[in-house]
């Protein structure tokens, strides 16, 4: 059974560039969310996506983007990068379809997009 | 606001001593809880997790965590840490949101073992 795979795994961009991470989720997964995790921080929300429509959103800015695939995975996309932006980027999966009490909100996590922007 | 705290940033522990990692948090309902373990260069492994009912939780790799409502806590253990325990841990609450989920983390704390 396949966890949540992430690439690239480690990449570099300039200021000003543009990036896209990419993410499959866990096998019979539905939702895929993104955390950005900065060195020596905890990992901050970015955003969720599920039925390709983002469901709830962080407080980033509109840099970030995303979009979720028919077969549920994802992209990420940070455009006019900053050195601010240099962070491992974490992609988790869960599954949604079942909502209410049974949704649980266990997170699968991949094991990152390290991004260094110079 | 919802937000989890983890009082200690660094922590050394002795091989075969006992260990606690503390965590607080605040939510308004009755939260779901996680502690995560990070190895350098690794992505976030799920330990625990507290959902309902008992609230001592046994997880992976020995750990253990206790729920208290009335302290907000939710304090991870160890009885006997191995060298293989040094990693970055993180403890987070569930956010519920129109069905759906996501996690808020602590800042985490580094637990380094000594021979």
């Known amino acids: 059974d396949a966890g949540v795979t992430q690439s690239p795994t480690h990449l570099i961009k300039t200021r000003g560039q543009q990036v896209t991470l990419r993410c499959s989720p866990k096998?019979?997964?539905?939702?895929v969310s993104w955390y950005q995790q900065a060195l020596g921080q905890g990992p901050q929300f970015i955003f969720q996506?599920?039925?390709?429509?983002?469901?709830q959103r962080g407080n980033f800015p509109d840099r970030f983007s995303g979009h979720q695939f028919p077969n549920y995975s994802s992209e990420l996309n940070v455009n006019a990068l900053l050195l601010g932006d240099s962070a491992l980027y974490l992609c988790?999966?869960?599954?949604?379809?079942?909502?209410?009490?049974?949704?649980?909100?266990?997170?699968?996590f991949g094991e990152g997009s390290r991004l260094t922007v110079l | 606001a919802q937000s989890v705290t983890q009082p200690d940033i660094h922590i050394t522990v002795s091989e075969g001593a006992s260990l606690e990692l503390r965590c607080n948090y605040s939510?308004?309902?009755?939260?779901?809880l996680f502690w995560y373990v990070q190895s350098p260069g690794q992505g976030l492994q799920l330990l625990l997790k507290?959902?309902?009912?008992?609230?001592l939780v046994q997880g992976i790799k020995g750990f253990e965590a206790e729920f208290k409502r009335s302290q907000s806590s939710f304090n991870l253990r160890k009885p006997s840490v191995h060298w293989s325990d040094a990693a970055e841990y993180f403890c987070?609450?569930?956010?519920?949101?129109?069905?759906?989920?996501?996690?808020?983390f602590g800042a985490g704390t580094r637990l380094a073992v000594h021979p």
């Open positions: 939510y308004g309902a009755t939260p779901y």
């Open positions: 096998s019979g997964h539905d939702t």
């Open positions: 988790a999966s869960s599954l949604v379809r079942g909502r209410g009490p049974l949704n649980t909100g266990e997170l699968f």
């Open positions: 987070a609450v569930g956010v519920r949101s129109g069905g759906y989920n996501k996690l808020i």
């Open positions: 996506y599920y039925e390709e429509e983002e469901r």
């Open positions: 507290y959902f309902s009912g008992d609230t």
